[in-house]
């Protein structure tokens, strides 16, 4: 049940990636991946994190749970900055924080059985006394995902797509973490099957309090499984709100191209189409000013100048409209 208490709060988070040799102006040396993003996550809630390919969702949700060292900024975990422990303290941290990553297939070992992969985090961990209560223990995983008891002993190769996830969802879920980073984990799907996993993911939050940030590109998904949304581009937020507030009046120019272009199930009903200009411009040399001005239709003078600080936009909703726009309607 989502709470007012605070879980996750990252402040100015960066990560730059070096560039080495190459035919590069010498004067760019690094890859601007995710440049100075702040925002919280209250326990219990749903955080959805959306944006094109390349926009640095992945690297934001990495970057967070220490897989890739931030290069700059902070990140609160239950009041406790975690980019300034050590690596003995971080290893014992990761019980309580988790990932579930985009491709099933790629991130399960192939030559270890279901068995071996949900008993590994038990035993690195020491959560287990004897072989009997491991065994309980990931039978009891198998039920809580819904794949039958028999597939203890099959490898990774012997699943379907949704059930490989499934296997991917409760080795997060056997240390009893209290927040999961989901990294698209529906995208290499089938619709239907996505549909499924959304569906456990919300039941395993319901049941165990579990606390999300939900990385995709599908805007769909996001709305139907999200409590608040923000959008990234380029490295940067230039968008965060209530889901539905979202969703129904958005501010910034790149989320209303976002959503004009989600396809409806209606082949009678036109809308809009924002068609953006332009390509998305290099995390290399990123524009001036507001990254988004070389394909804003709102572009003016100071725009590409002067990058916009998230700040309110008026709002019927009782959480906070943010976003990083001169012109927001």
Not at 96 to 122: H, K
Not at 188 to 206: E, F, P, T, W
Request: charged letters at 25%; aromatic letters at 6%.
């Amino acid at each position: 049940m989502e709470s007012n208490e605070v879980l996750l709060s990252v402040r100015n988070l960066v990560k730059r990636f070096p560039i080495k040799g190459g035919i590069l102006n010498r004067e760019i040396s690094s890859v601007k991946a995710v440049s100075d993003v702040s925002f919280d996550i209250r326990r219990g809630e749903t955080l959805g994190l959306v944006g094109e390919s390349g926009c640095g969702k992945s690297t934001l949700g990495r970057s967070i749970l220490r897989l890739i060292e931030p290069t700059s900024g902070q990140v609160f975990f239950k009041g406790k900055d975690i980019t300034k422990i050590g690596a003995s303290e971080m290893r014992a941290l990761r019980r309580q924080m988790q990932i579930i990553f985009q491709d099933p297939y790629a991130s399960l070992n192939p030559r270890m059985t279901v068995e071996q992969i949900l008993g590994e985090p038990l035993d690195i961990h020491g959560l287990v006394k004897s072989k009997e209560e491991r065994r309980k223990r990931i039978t009891k995983l198998l039920d809580l995902v819904g794949l039958r008891r028999e597939a203890i002993s099959r490898y990774p190769h012997e699943f379907s797509g949704g059930q490989r996830q499934r296997i991917c969802i409760a080795r997060a879920l056997a240390v009893e973490p209290e927040f999961i980073v989901c990294d698209e984990p529906v995208s290499a799907l089938d619709v239907s099957i996505q549909a499924q996993i959304v569906n456990l993911m919300q039941d395993l939050q319901k049941e165990l309090g579990l606390t999300y940030l939900f990385i995709a590109h599908d805007l769909k998904v996001v709305e139907h499984i999200s409590n608040r949304v923000a959008v990234m581009y380029l490295g940067k937020m230039v968008e965060l709100a209530d889901s539905e507030e979202l969703y129904q009046n958005p501010r910034h120019p790149y989320t209303k191209a976002l959503l004009s272009a989600i396809p409806l199930p209606d082949p009678d009903y036109h809308k809009e189409r924002i068609i953006l200009r332009g390509d998305v411009p290099s995390p290399i040399n990123p524009p001036s000013g507001c990254y988004f001005h070389p394909r804003c239709p709102k572009v003016q003078e100071n725009c590409k100048t002067v990058w916009p600080t998230l700040s309110k936009a008026p709002s019927n909703s009782p959480e906070p409209h943010l976003g990083a726009c001169f012109y927001m309607d």
